[in-house]
């Protein structure tokens, strides 16, 4: 069988710009879930900042938390892929820079101008505030939003070279001749066919948002220069729908990576895994029209095209990387520490969080959930137990101070507190959605405030394992500098 083995240059600048991505992307979490609970607490009436403050915030943590798992994800790809094809570490370090100068821009729009329409910046709340925030706090909100695009655009471009300069085509990096063809075991291996997928979505849905950014940033100031609301809203849910589900398949490569390291057998690129691949790649653009079932001016065949690709795409990447994960560790002797735990349970945390969106997606429960808090139970299970997982797993992997290290009482402790605490704070927001409590709501009915107290119950908890972990990691960031080239050796296993 045919290998492909790339071994890089231990490279200090390169170990600094992933550490520098990751203390960055744990810094900024922990402020979006405090964030998150200062909402709670106050739809739960143990405080009161009042409405103004409240929709402040909420327009902060969705585009914080939509931003900052996006730098995680890309720090794990990045990490990993740079050990099969030559990345540029200038780019790398550009996109840190870009996303720091967005993330200014979008603190000064809303502390400082007022600029509370959310991260949706529909069209056309941002130029028509009623006095509440000025043309300029519109236009810095939505000036960093497409500052942070142009830094990911800059580095899925980069990797879009680097795999074509590399593999000889895009559709080379999916393992196209393998998949149509003869499988002759040359395919590539999992990390260059996730990273080829979700630079093709990533690169789609990032003009696409730019596109209509800068459409209404010239209507801001040429009220003149008209834009369908219509054609507004469609772009901008496919960007995001886009954007925040590529998180999640950038941050899977650290499952594909780590645990054949763990259980010394290899994760293969075989023809149902590159097939998977490939199905998502064209379906997780056309999976956004869930957002747009209440639109009755879209044509019908849209929609429901749209509800068919949903059900579908839920299926494809999920469960193969759900039954390969369980087909490496079965019977493996795996020694289970806080990394191989987190990646094990964010897959879980990742089928889990799909379901309630596989519900959503139905037409007729769409027209009664879909503007309830069982939509933020969905992605907040996604993204908490499945992404955020992933991450932490991938935190704890790189600070490992030596293979049999073992893990302290207290790092266990956090690991179930975390489990326990976001499974309790995401089914509080499914259930207050079952009984139709509306989203997006800074004042609750006193029927509703029961289970909106208990959900900050669990996201206090929530936040204590968050703490452990991300203290964790800063307090092991010499170990986590290890060079590539040890990465490299350990690499061959995964890759042959």
């Given at each position: 069988?045919?290998?492909?083995?790339?071994?890089?240059?231990?490279?200090?600048?390169?170990?600094?710009?992933?550490?520098?991505?990751?203390?960055?992307?744990?810094?900024?979490?922990?402020?979006?879930?405090?964030?998150?609970?200062?909402?709670?607490?106050?739809?739960?009436?143990?405080?009161?900042?009042g409405g103004l403050?409240?929709?402040?915030?909420?327009?902060?943590?969705?585009?914080?938390?939509?931003?900052?798992?996006?730098l995680a994800g890309a720090a794990i790809m990045w990490h990993f892929l740079r050990l099969y094809v030559d990345l540029s570490?200038?780019?790398?370090?550009?996109?840190?820079?870009?996303?720091?100068?967005?993330?200014?821009?979008?603190?000064?729009?809303?502390?400082?101008?007022?600029?509370?329409?959310?991260?949706?910046?529909?069209?056309?709340l941002p130029g028509n505030s009623m006095g509440l925030w000025s043309t300029g706090a519109a236009a810095l909100f939505m000036g960093g939003l497409l500052v942070i695009g142009v830094g990911f655009v800059l580095l899925h471009l980069d990797i879009a070279r680097a795999i074509i300069v590399r593999y000889g085509g895009l559709g080379r990096g999916l393992g196209w001749p393998q998949l149509f063809g003869h499988d002759d075991g040359n395919a590539p291996p999992p990390t260059v066919v996730a990273s080829t997928m979700v630079t093709i979505v990533n690169l789609v849905g990032l003009v696409v948002g730019a596109s209509i950014l800068v459409m209404m940033l010239v209507n801001l100031y040429v009220p003149s220069f008209e834009i369908d609301p219509l054609l507004a809203k469609g772009m901008i849910y496919f960007f995001g729908h886009v954007f925040i589900n590529a998180v999640i398949y950038m941050a899977v490569i650290a499952v594909y990576e780590i645990l054949p390291r763990y259980t010394q057998r290899p994760w293969k690129s075989n023809k149902v895994f590159l097939a998977s691949w490939t199905?998502?790649?064209?379906?997780?653009?056309?999976?956004?029209?869930?957002?747009?079932?209440?639109?009755?001016?879209?044509?019908?065949?849209?929609?429901?095209?749209?509800?068919?690709?949903?059900?579908?795409?839920?299926?494809?990447?999920?469960?193969?990387?759900?039954?390969?994960?369980?087909?490496?560790?079965?019977?493996?002797?795996?020694?289970?520490?806080?990394?191989?735990?987190?990646?094990?349970?964010?897959?879980?945390?990742?089928?889990?969080?799909?379901?309630?969106?596989?519900?959503?997606?139905?037409?007729?429960?769409?027209?009664?959930?879909?503007?309830?808090l069982w939509v933020p139970g969905h992605f907040h299970t996604y993204l908490l137990l499945g992404?955020?997982?992933?991450?932490?797993?991938?935190?704890?992997?790189?600070?490992?101070?030596?293979?049999?290290a073992k893990d302290s009482p207290i790092d266990v402790a956090a690991f179930w507190a975390f489990v326990i605490g976001t499974m309790g704070f995401t089914m509080s927001f499914l259930y207050s959605g079952k009984i139709s409590v509306p989203r997006r709501y800074a004042e609750h009915l006193p029927e509703w405030v029961p289970y909106d107290r208990l959900a900050s119950y669990f996201v206090m908890l929530l936040l204590a394992a968050v703490l452990v972990f991300i203290f964790r990691f800063l307090s092991r960031l010499g170990f986590a500098g290890r060079d590539y080239q040890r990465a490299s050796q350990a690499q061959s296993l995964a890759t042959t």
């Open positions: 069988m045919a290998s492909y083995t790339y071994t890089p240059v231990p490279d200090t600048g390169a170990k600094a710009g992933v550490l520098a991505y990751l203390v960055v992307s744990a810094v900024v979490l922990l402020l979006m879930m405090v964030f998150g609970l200062l909402m709670r607490l106050e739809q739960a009436q143990i405080t009161s900042i403050w409240f929709y402040k915030i909420m327009t902060l943590h969705g585009a914080g938390m939509v931003g900052i798992v996006a570490n200038g780019i790398f370090m550009a996109n840190l820079a870009l996303f720091l100068i967005g993330v200014v821009m979008i603190l000064a729009s809303v502390l400082l101008g007022d600029f509370h329409a959310a991260w949706t910046f529909l069209f056309p199905a998502s790649t064209i379906m997780v653009m056309f999976i956004f029209p869930h957002h747009l079932l209440m639109d009755y001016a879209y044509p019908k065949w849209f929609l429901i095209v749209g509800h068919i690709i949903g059900y579908l795409n839920t299926f494809p990447i999920l469960i193969v990387t759900g039954y390969g994960a369980m087909m490496i560790v079965y019977r493996s002797g795996i020694r289970w520490d806080m990394c191989s735990r987190l990646l094990f349970v964010s897959l879980f945390g990742w089928a889990v969080g799909a379901m309630p969106a596989f519900i959503d997606g139905t037409i007729t429960v769409n027209y009664v959930m879909h503007n309830t992404m955020v997982a992933m991450v932490f797993g991938f935190m704890y992997y790189l600070g490992k101070p030596n293979e049999n």
